[in-house]
């Protein structure tokens, strides 16, 4: 590999504005991505930590595989537990999770889109140029958010110039302002940065549904066999009248901001940007497991998001996905910091999984990663052998395939606005136009589910959970199950055995995983790798925003980190904590 002229190795390390410790290789050919890498260079040791532990304490430890999806680990280990002991639990429950997991959804998606994926595409500096008349001109032009006035933009532009003034960016700092990429005019910018602080208060208020059922967030409390809050309109201590009128007023935010504002701005920003409809898309393989129940999680029928897989862009066919099938999901370490007891060249279903930790790779600071050999602490999942996208962009595709009327009509309504071909939702544009679909189709979903919890209880049924099966005495010997869901940024699920009432075996496999994965024994590339390599091409390897634009569409959550080198190794940014 020549580190010169055309053939030079980009590297991006850490990739920011992410969850977790990621490291990007890009090997070029001229100013083109020929392929890329990508590396987890943080090691998750959670299964081996809940190895001896009671099954029912699993949830408060799988918690913290992250800092940012607490309440779906908690709720996937949850699902485990009861599917192993084959434990119902009461409608009531099943509501309040999926209002809690639907409100993660309109939380994580707005968020990722203003304060992680936006400032790929927005222009911070440029907005200081920007006329606040012609601003508000552009946002009652595509909205009716009352916040669009040009004093209200006027504000917004001194404020922002005030940072820049002052020398002290911030958030905006350390950014390739300027990039010829940028192609947002000046208005638009304003426009976007405004919506950006916008979102910093309006998340803080939409975050207390989860304290509301959950008692605090992050984190929230679970329970195996229900939910831990118990309603009665009349106390102070329970799920009360007041609590639940609360929880009204949330969703009705969450709808607002979504309709007004995310939706919009994801219009008008994706309309500068059409070209991102040919490139980023890789697999062309794509999977669910499906979630939101509406009749228990045994009732797949009742799913929301139906589950099944999508190959080769054949969105004719939906393949059955079984999670219990030995032959399935099978994870590969062949170019992990794994070893498996028979071998790298294994795949093992995950009630077999091994964690086995082997570490062989270059000692900091080195130049490059050797890819012939391991490259990454993620392991490489499989569906029947084929390496699989989650997320977004995968529940879109689904819900589209399988007749979702109002999927339809988004998908529909996005194509004939931006005028762009169907065949653009295979790309980087259509991951991000995917994630702000879901956020609409959530919105509305969940005052559906509040409106069934208030008639249960009206007609009343109280009841949040089941005490059936709580004692290990009477539990099987053996038994195992799986805690699958959709979570924000894909299709996680949870595996565990039980023997002698504790875990003997435990093993998740998070949506990063399924996309950020190293190739496997058979060469095939993850997710990200994929798609980097799909047409992609850098107008300056020293500021790839390109890169970050179709790693950022996925929503990584790996956990953070903080510098950058170039081609020949050297730092390029460097943070100082005071």
Known sequence: MSESGVNERVVVDPITRIEGHLRIEA?????KIESAYSSGTMVRGIEIILKGRDPRDAWAFAQRICGVCTLVHGLASIRAVEN???????????????LMNGAQYIHD???HFYHLHALDWVDVVSALSADPKATSDLAQSISDYPKSSPGYFADMKAKLKGFVDSGQLGIFAKAYWGHPAYKLPPEANLMAVSHYLEALAWQRDVARLHTIFGGKNPHPNFVVGGVPCAIDLNSDSALNSKKLSQVQDIINQMKTFVDQVYVPDTLAIASFYKDWGSRGEGLGNFLTYGDFPSNGMDDVAGYMIPPGAILNRDLSTIHDVDMNAAEEIQEYVAHSWYDYENGKSAGLHPYKGETRLNYTGPKPPYQHLDVDQSYSWLKSPRWKGNAMEVGPLSRVLMLYASGHDQTKELVGMTLNKLDIPVTALFSTLGRTAARTLETK???????GWYDDLIANIKAGDSRTFNEVLWEPASWPK???GVGFMEAPRGSLAHWIVIENETIKNYQAVVPSTWNAGPRDDKGQPGAYEAALADNHELHDPQQPVEILRTIHSFDPCIACAVHLTDPDGNELIKVKVR
């Open 441 to 447: 189709i959530f919105a509305d979903a969940m005052q």
């Open 84 to 98: 192993a002991l084959d434990y119902k639990i009461p409608k009531n429950a099943d509501l309040i999770r999926n």
């Open 478 to 480: 053996q038994a195992q």
């Open 27 to 31: 090997q070029m050919n001229g100013n």
């Open 109 to 111: 998606h707005v968020m």
